[in-house]
């Protein structure tokens, strides 16, 4: 079956760097996204990987490794307005999108 | 990037009525548009993907009759909710995608309570 692994919860402190961790297995690979999403809100894209490597964007960056079907978004300077969920979803080979469960970012003063 | 309008954003109905949820892409042609249903603290759960002029794909356990959707031209989709019930009671959301597939475009969400 297809299945995407990420942490439910994860705290950091203001100012700080956070990396959220995204392993996935599915049926082909066409592209990783992250999304955050503010409760009650839609998602809004963030990144998308298809190539492995680092893709880095202001305070966020994301990475990809094919080969181990993992990938991770990292937030620097961590401001409260950080706190949401952050979504790691893959296109499979269908280029149907695949949804993780999402990461629930706490950000403490 | 691409914007995706989505309306309403909430709707409060009475069980057993019918509710209408459209979706339109503003400045591309979505070839391809899916809905999505959320509930409180999950993730989004795919429920169908439709293409234009053709008959949607529902997902395992999501149903069709209950569940309406047509995508009538490359900007809108609409969602139907028929004969409601507050189980139905939902944070439905569409996105659309480009010709190359490449990245989904979310709408801004329709918060369905059922009363």
């Known amino acids: 079956g297809q299945n995407i692994d990420q942490p439910t919860e994860m705290t950091a402190t203001e100012g700080a760097i956070v990396q959220i961790n995204c392993t996935y297995q599915t049926s082909g690979f066409n592209g990783l996204f992250w999304y955050q999403q503010h409760a009650g809100e839609a998602p809004t894209f963030l990144s998308y990987n298809v190539l492995d490597g680092l893709e880095e964007k202001g305070r966020f960056s994301s990475f990809l490794s094919r080969s181990k079907g993992y990938s991770y978004l990292l937030l620097k300077e961590l401001q409260m307005k950080d706190s949401a969920s952050y979504l790691c979803a893959v296109t499979d080979s269908n280029y149907q999108l695949i949804w993780g469960a999402g990461t629930k970012l706490i950000i403490k003063p | 990037g691409a914007v995706v309008s989505q309306h309403p954003s909430w709707v409060i ?53 209950k569940f309406l959707i047509n995508h009538a031209s490359l900007t809108l989709s609409t969602l139907t909710v028929t004969s409601a019930h507050p189980e139905d009671s939902s944070f439905y959301i569409c996105s659309a995608t480009t010709g190359d597939r490449h990245q989904a475009f979310f709408g801004q969400g329709t918060r369905l309570t059922v009363v």
Do not use: H
């Open chain 2, 13 to 65: 109905c009475k069980s057993g009525t019918s509710v209408k949820i459209e979706c339109r892409s503003l400045d591309f042609q979505a070839t391809t548009m899916f809905w999505y249903r959320q509930f409180p603290k999950q993730s989004l759960m795919l429920m169908a993907t439709s293409n234009e002029g053709s008959k949607a794909t529902y997902e395992q356990g999501v149903e069709k009759d």
